[in-house]
């Protein structure tokens, strides 16, 4: 059975860490991030919303916190069991998300994520 997968844009903007937010599709869980050409950090943590975008959690992994090390012009696939979690639909899941990265952006970076259908 294939999948549906859908893409969402988001920019870290120049000196933040944290992206603007992303509203996670509906039935659909992160699979995957697209890095741009010029990147400043070397991880990505996560943030999401159970709450419709109004308070951000750190998303855990069990005890620790769910980090992926990232670079340059890369598609980066993610650990399913940790993304899992955050998907968008239920009132008691996720349903809106943020890219932190480790290291102030020295620019204005746009990521990309890559939801599927579950």
């Known amino acids: 059975m294939a999948s549906t997968l859908q893409r ?3 920019t870290i903007a120049s000196a933040a860490t944290a992206s603007a937010a992303v509203s996670v599709p509906q039935d659909c869980t992160l699979v995957a991030v697209a890095t741009p050409a010029a990147l400043t950090g070397t991880s990505f943590t996560f943030e999401v919303s159970d709450d419709d975008g109004t308070t951000y959690k750190p998303l855990y992994n069990g005890s620790t916190q769910y980090s992926v090390t ?3 012009s890369r598609h980066i696939a993610l650990d399913a069991t940790a993304t ?3 998907l968008g639909g239920p009132a008691t899941a996720p349903t809106w998300m943020k890219v932190v990265s480790n290291s102030a952006e020295g620019a204005a970076r746009t ?3 890559i939801f599927a259908q579950v």
Do not use: E, H, K, Q
Request: net charge positive.
């Open 8 to 10: 969402a844009a988001v």
């Open 70 to 72: 990232v670079g340059t």
């Open 84 to 86: 899992r979690s955050v």
């Open 111 to 113: 990521i990309t994520l």
